[in-house]
């Protein structure tokens, strides 16, 4: 069964590493505030976040990457930003407010960022960080833009939590949401929204949806609201389709009185833990699941990541980034240690571009290795037969090699040593790179299946 699937994930991509671990992009220059999301649009990637200086220049809250370096915007906000996503080819921006005044959902057109419909307003807020009129995100449903974040007005109307826009006015959806969940925060603040099978679903901190006790999870079909089981105990900050199945990310600790350490699956009817789990590495760390995404099928978990814990209650250290696919996961020989992880973006070269921060600090940084890189081929014929490989690795080449490295399917190092054309390779069944050198000279790689 593992030689099946990891043929199929032969056939979809392949991973090319020149070694683990990621470079900070700027580390003497000043960046001053967590980078939270990016996002294509119109070839130009974008990031945003609670800097207003990034890699030493001054920026409104909005950077492009340019080639191999961060550059200011030609747009920007007046707060900090918490998301920006590509609907129906245009690019919309949220932030949160810094005041207890109005908040507006925006997008950009004719070359400017443009006020949505009318602005949202919280009528509790006392002006700390998470009692102010915030918009979290955006998605589309049914036709209509859906915001969601913390507000419980939206010009003369009530609107709590969530709201819909149908082109010409916001409006309330179901009862929207209310409450903090219990246990957790007081506050209400839902983080995300995501659109599944026709349905509009939505995480955060808040108890009811419509009057549905749902305790930081949730889904509207239109019609109704319903809770996903018992809900967690604390903030649900990330959800993602991933191989079919819906998987929640946060702060929380339980469902249902049931252990799951900030990641959890949903089995259809109830969320069950998965065969690991985040804690803190002391009782500084605030450990929780920020994003979630899917990148050449292996979905990246990003977030306050300090340290993984497994079922025989053995641990394993990761600094605010793994990989996994659905079985085994990657931790990037330890990942950012000190940071917490919040965007994640492949680029066009196949590097991992990753952002976020700390304490007013912000963090961006490049990995080392390369990913799903399609052109990993060179004048230099090399042959491995038969392949799949037992035990032993047979090798022609029709140059000089003098040394080998051997990568599995993360991009992980697992076997390196002197080349002869007979390597005994004793590690699990799996796909594999193998990369040949002369000296110290990088000089071509081959792909092999272990039976």
């Not at 191989?243 to 089995?267: C, H, L, P, Q």
């Not at 990761?318 to 992880?341: A, H, K, Q």
Request: net charge negative.
């Amino acid at each position: 069964m593992k030689y099946y699937s990891l043929l199929t994930l032969f056939l979809s991509f392949s991973i090319f590493s020149f070694g683990q671990g990621f470079d900070e992009i700027c580390p003497d220059e000043n960046t001053n505030g967590v980078i939270v999301n990016c996002v294509e649009y119109n070839d130009t990637l974008y990031a945003t976040g609670f800097f207003n200086q990034l890699c030493g220049f001054p920026v409104d809250y909005i950077a492009i990457w340019d080639e191999d370096e961060w550059q200011p915007a030609q747009i920007g906000i007046t707060d900090p930003g918490h998301a920006m996503r590509v609907l129906n080819n245009q690019l919309y921006v949220v932030r949160y407010e810094n005041s207890i005044d109005s908040n507006w959902v925006y997008v950009y057109q004719n070359g400017d960022l443009e006020k949505v419909g009318e602005g949202i307003y919280l009528t509790t807020a006392t002006g700390q960080f998470s009692n102010r009129p915030n918009i979290y995100d955006v998605a589309e449903y049914n036709g209509n833009l859906i915001a969601c974040g913390e507000f419980d007005r939206v010009g003369d109307s009530d609107a709590t939590g969530i709201m819909q826009y149908d082109g010409n006015e916001w409006s309330a959806i179901g009862g929207g949401l209310s409450g903090g969940i219990q246990g957790g925060s007081p506050l209400m603040f839902p983080h995300q929204l995501m659109v599944h099978n026709n349905e509009l679903y939505v995480c955060g901190n808040f108890r009811f949806a419509g009057g549905v006790e749902v305790n930081g999870i949730a889904k509207w079909d239109g019609t109704s609201w319903s809770n996903m089981g018992a809900g967690f105990n604390e903030t649900v900050y990330s959800m993602i389709v991933y191989n079919d199945e819906i998987y929640a990310g946060g702060a929380f600790t339980e469902s249902d009185g049931v252990e799951m350490n900030r990641i959890a699956k949903w089995n259809g009817t109830s969320w069950e833990p998965l065969n690991f789990g985040f804690i803190p590495l002391n009782n500084f760390n605030f450990t929780f699941v920020h994003t979630m995404t899917e990148i050449d099928g292996l979905l990246y978990m990003a977030g306050g990541l300090t340290e993984i814990l497994f079922p025989d209650e053995s641990t394993e250290i990761c600094g605010g980034l793994i990989s996994y696919d659905g079985e085994n996961m990657d931790t990037f020989s330890g990942g950012v240690p000190d940071n917490d992880i919040e965007a994640v973006y492949k680029l066009d070269n196949g590097q991992l571009l990753i952002g976020g921060g700390v304490f007013g600090t912000g963090y961006s940084g490049l990995s080392n290795f390369i990913l799903n890189t399609s052109d990993i081929s060179s004048k230099i014929e090399v042959a491995i037969a038969p392949n799949p490989v037992d035990d032993l690795i047979n090798i022609s080449s029709s140059e000089r090699i003098t040394s080998y490295e051997v990568l599995d399917q993360s991009g992980r190092l697992v076997q390196r040593g002197e080349y002869s054309e007979m390597i005994e390779f004793l590690h699990a069944p799996g796909l594999y790179l193998i990369q040949l050198y002369e000296e110290d000279e990088y000089k071509t790689t081959a792909k092999f299946l272990k039976k």
